[in-house]
């Protein structure tokens, strides 16, 4: 198993920055590509961001590239999105995914944390 917990959501205005972490314990072998998704209510959970355990290859979703930045550092087991430049369109519940390598088994997600762009 691995457990997430996501944190640094928060309410900014309009083009400031917020960086999120995603602190992950367990079994982190389990775990080839860390993604980072959103979501608000009543639509469907939209992919961000991911980063790959094997090479660091890192892919964003159009509506964030170039704000966006996906990163890890290994030694604190921790994933960040660092998020530039905001928008009122930005809003959302922000999950942390560890997708899960063997076939058959169930990927990890965290609690969530919510970025509130507004001003």
């Known amino acids: 198993q691995v457990q997430l917990v996501e944190s640094g959501g928060g309410l900014v205005q309009p083009g400031g920055s917020l960086r999120l972490s995603c602190a992950a314990s367990g079994r982190l072998s389990d775990v080839d590509l860390w993604q980072w998704y959103r979501q608000n209510p009543g639509t469907t959970r939209e992919w961000v961001a991911h980063?790959?355990?094997?090479?660091?290859?890192?892919n964003y979703a159009g509506s964030v590239w170039g704000r966006f930045t996906v990163s890890r550092d290994d030694v604190k087991n921790t994933v960040y999105l660092q998020m530039d430049n905001l928008k009122p369109e930005d809003t959302a519940v922000y999950y942390c995914k560890g997708r899960n390598w063997r076939p058959g088994e169930s990927s990890y997600w965290g609690q969530g944390t919510q970025v509130t762009v507004s001003s």
């Open positions: 980063i790959a355990m094997n090479n660091h290859g890192t």
